[in-house]
Nanobody
Framework: VQIEESGGDSVQAGGSLRLSCATSIYTYSKYCVGWFRQAPGKEREGVATIDSDGDAYYKDYVKGRFAIAEDKAKNTVYLQMNNLESEDSAMYYC????????????????????WGQGTQVTVSS
């Protein structure tokens, strides 16, 4: 499975970014894709997931600000990030696994078989 992220950038606090992830996981009828992030000196943490049934899950610290969506025709999953905060600064990784997401997958990076190289998001206050 191929995964390639793009869209990372440097923005001011309160700004917006949209990350894109082109992936071949869409070859499979059942899949779970999502985003994790890791800041320097911090643990890797989940952001959001979405699956082939359309079920999306978010971590509390991004609810209401971030939205995960997909364009199956383009084999791409997006992460729309609004009202960015300095705490959102991190390397963002797109992840995928065969099979649908369970709600706790957004807390479990070990559940994902496929990872991208990451795209950097820097938010300055």
């Amino acid at each position: 499975v191929q995964i390639e992220e793009s869209g990372g950038d440097s923005v001011q606090a309160g700004g917006s970014l949209r990350l894109s992830c082109a992936t071949s996981i869409y070859t499979y009828s059942k899949y779970c894709v999502g985003w994790f992030r890791q800041a320097p000196g911090k643990e890797r943490e989940g952001v959001a997931t979405i699956d082939s049934d359309g079920d999306a899950y978010y971590k509390d610290y991004v609810k209401g600000r971030f939205a995960i969506a997909e364009d199956k025709a383009k084999n791409t999953v997006y992460l729309q990030m609004n009202n960015l905060e300095s705490e959102d600064s991190a390397m963002y990784y797109c992840v995928a696994v065969r099979g649908v997401c369970l709600s706790f997958y957004v807390d479990r990076p070990d559940k994902f078989s496929y990872w991208g190289q990451g795209t950097q998001v820097t938010v300055s206050s």
